[in-house]
């Protein structure tokens, strides 16, 4: 927790309490960006926020899988903590959230998009037929996680049929969207924020809010203007994808709606931004632009996520937003993960950390401000129950990513991934069974078992 007087100077945007959005896409890997060197996308609105803010290239997904990371998110704690361990676990009623913290502190919520943290209760079997679809499940005020303003559904994988329910619907009512899910959201995103900074209802608060869209989330549904655009012939694979005639068909295949999504995503990063300077408040508010967890799209002829390789944990992070963030850090190495992203937000703000949260507060990278206590050396990984799913690992993991380098991943009672990230970033040499690389694993071994103890884990590592 930093001192008073660091929280009086990072607390602050010209004097003023700043705004936040988060910006969060659902499958987006960090390597699918033009500031990454894929030369298969083009993203300059995401690159700009990058280069003016501040890149996390140490950020990833300590649970690579939809729920939990979400559950992880709001609530600062790891998914063995908060009980989302995975997909269809509900985040309780009674979580306290980032939201909460936000609302104590005078600030307007708002959460809008994917939501999927209502978990699979008997209420979905009592509804109507049509209903029962977690696209139009109505989500009751009560397990919205503290958000106050709502324009929501629970989870869909149709970006051309996006249903949302809103604060101020009492039931059921949900409405459809017009036209393609990342563009309708984004609409929402602007003309809320519009009212907020315009006053309308007579509250000139501060707002913490979140956008959240489900692209470039499968089924890769091309977003429109993207027919023709880009082939699956003219698509350039990582280097660990194998040369497997079905694994690089449907990589290509899918990887072509893929990257369009991300394309369409961008461009209404731009929007939003273009907004802000409309509505003079670009100068106070800052943008946070991250992803639930990647995709492997092939790579070690794996698909989807819920896996420890690269392609499924290492993910996009950016603050930016004001046009002038001197203090940044422009690059930072920090091993951000899931649990510290909740209360890095809080500290662009000023907000102390709640006791409740576990994760580290990485704030001081955009504003100059340096901590008061060193941060986590490491990243801890955790796939707590299987995925479930046709592509997903059928066994839990713990694991653990190093500022230095490392990547260690334990099956139960079974050493099972090392990577030397530094001198192989595409993962192709694991080197847990070999002899000769004990004295690396061995340290990292211990190392895992201690964040096992300290986050209160169980797992069985020896």
Known sequence: MQTGVET????????????????LCDQMRAQATSIYGDSNVSTPEIDRLAKEG????????GTPWCTPFRGALLTGQYPHQSGVLGNYYPLPAEAKTIAHQFRDHGYRTCWIGKWHLAGRGTDAAELPPELRRDSRRFVPPERRGGFEHWFAYENNNKPYDCWVHTHESASGEAYRLSGY?????????IDWIEKQTRGQDGNEKPFFAALSVQPPHSPYDLPPGAQGARTPDSIRFRPNVPGVDWVREQAARELVGYYAAIERLDWNVGRIRRALERLGIDKKTYIVFFSDHGDMHGSHGQFRKSCPWEEAVRIPFIIGGPPDMSGAASIADDPLNHV???????????IPKPNWMVGSDYSGNATGVKPATPPPDSAYLSLV????????LDRPFRGIVTRDGWKYVALERQPWLLFRLTDDPYEQVNLAHVRRYHPFREPLHRRLAQWIEETGDRFALE
């Open 385 to 392: 129950v299987p995925s479930g799913v046709r592509d997903g």
């Open 54 to 61: 501040v890149r996390f290239v140490g950020a990833v997904s």
């Open 181 to 189: 899910e990342t563009d309708s959201l984004t609409d929402l995103a």
């Open 8 to 23: 009086e100077r990072q607390g602050t945007l010209g004097g003023e309490r700043p705004n936040v959005l988060w910006i």
């Open 340 to 350: 510290d992203i909740a209360p890095t937000t809080l500290g662009l703000c000023g």
